[in-house]
């Protein structure tokens, strides 16, 4: 196996995220950046493009004087990003500087385990490479709905997950393709995501709140993950919000996320719709059959009263749940996404009621409550951004 080619000190480490985050640059702007002499930069650009993570890209315009050489990352470079959900799977191909080349997506239930799962992210893959998109893989990064021992690159008793106690994700995967792999929680790398091209990019402090099948939280410090002593860290949707609640996934009564979720939502969707007392979900459910979260956003849209009231009402509950923690935490910026983030202004206006209400007024003086704007790519972008960090660090 070919190791992939790492930068060998922290100058060129910082060289090589900067140009990920900035785009090509001249030598003699990167000089200005990294406060190197002329000399010991072209020592260090030199030798990354001896290792093939550097390319020059024709001259820069004149400062007065000599014209500086404009260098980037090499085209060639190619990172993997894994989300594999609940319900479905998200493969995406970017180039060294996490611009999305091509992505591709299938419905897959996580609970068909490790071996099933894993072989369809390969074929995934198999079509990105199919179109051309991929040669030689530089890193990947995977995420998984459960808590993860980011340290192991295993899932950790995984409650939505069995099987993959344990299972060893990033061994497996780093062998077939033959790279650097890390793993981490889903919402982490949502969180990820947003950092690198989301509304968090200037945040150093904040929550990442992802409302999908379940319900979880990324907790940004210092403009880092913050995992927690066993990878649970943010692991909200499990929060008991009432002694008497309905039964949670977990196995507990009265989980946030046993009120609110795309799992919730699709059950009291389909009780409303039993009962007669909503007639839009009556008559979509003897349409499709089924219903799901998709079917809750249209009854908002249409807006069916009890469609709406569903919405407030777990919204009300995340803003209970969010309002503790911002008083715990102070975050500068509480950002919403996942697919429940469909639900959109009436999902946001009830939560942001209810933590500006009930928060300390220092706390949410200045805090922004936000949805999401990069869907479903969050997640595939975060894993690119965890692996970049990881191999644009010096060995
Ligand atoms: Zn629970």
């Excluded at 091209?197 to 940004?220: H, M, N, P, Q, Y």
């Amino acid at each position: 196996m070919r190791m992939t080619a790492r930068p060998e000190n922290v100058h060129q480490a910082r060289l090589l995220r900067l140009l990920r985050d900035e785009g090509a640059r001249s030598r003699a702007e990167l000089g200005d950046v990294v406060h190197l002499s002329r000399s010991k930069l072209a020592v260090e650009l030199d030798r990354l493009v001896e290792l093939g993570l550097v390319e020059p890209a024709g001259l820069a315009a004149s400062r007065g004087g000599r014209r500086s050489n404009i260098v980037r990352l090499s085209r060639r470079l190619r990172l993997i990003g894994v989300d594999i959900g609940a319900t479905s799977i998200d493969v995406a191909v970017t180039d060294g500087a996490l611009e999305i080349l091509g992505h591709v997506s299938m419905p897959c239930n996580v609970r068909e385990g490790p071996d099933v799962v894993l072989d369809h992210v390969l074929d995934l893959l198999g079509k990105l490479r199919g179109q051309g998109l991929v040669e030689e893989i530089h890193g990947a990064g995977i995420g998984v709905p459960g808590p993860v021992s980011f340290r192991e690159g295993v899932p950790v008793v995984p409650p939505i997950m069995p099987g993959w106690d344990r299972f060893p994700v990033r061994e497996v995967i780093s062998q077939k393709l033959g790279c650097p792999v890390l793993v981490d929680n889903d919402v982490n790398l949502m969180a990820l995501g947003e950092v690198h091209a989301g509304l968090a990019r200037s945040a150093e402090d904040f929550l990442l709140v992802k409302i999908g099948t379940g319900v979880g939280c990324g907790i940004v410090v210092d403009g880092r993950i913050y995992r927690g002593m066993s990878g649970s860290a943010g692991d909200i949707g499990h929060i008991r919000v009432d002694d008497n609640g309905p039964t949670c996934v977990c196995g507990n009564t009265g989980c946030l996320e046993a009120y609110f979720s795309g799992a919730a939502l699709a059950r009291d969707a389909l009780a409303a719709a039993r009962s007669g007392r909503s007639a839009f979900f009556a008559q979509r459910l003897e349409q499709a059959g089924t219903l799901t979260a998709l079917d809750v956003a249209d009854a908002v849209a249409a807006g069916d009263p009890v469609g709406v009231r569903m919405v407030r009402e777990g919204g009300r509950r995340v803003g209970q749940v969010l309002a503790g923690l911002i008083s715990f935490f102070n975050p500068g910026l509480v950002v919403i996404g996942g697919g429940v983030a469909g639900l959109g202004h009436v999902l946001l206006a009830e939560i942001r009621g209810v933590v500006y209400r009930r928060s300390p007024p220092l706390a949410t003086g200045n805090l922004p409550i936000v949805l999401s704007e990069l869907g479903d790519t969050a997640g595939v972008l975060g894993a690119t951004r965890l692996i970049s960090d990881h191999i644009f660090s010096a060995t």
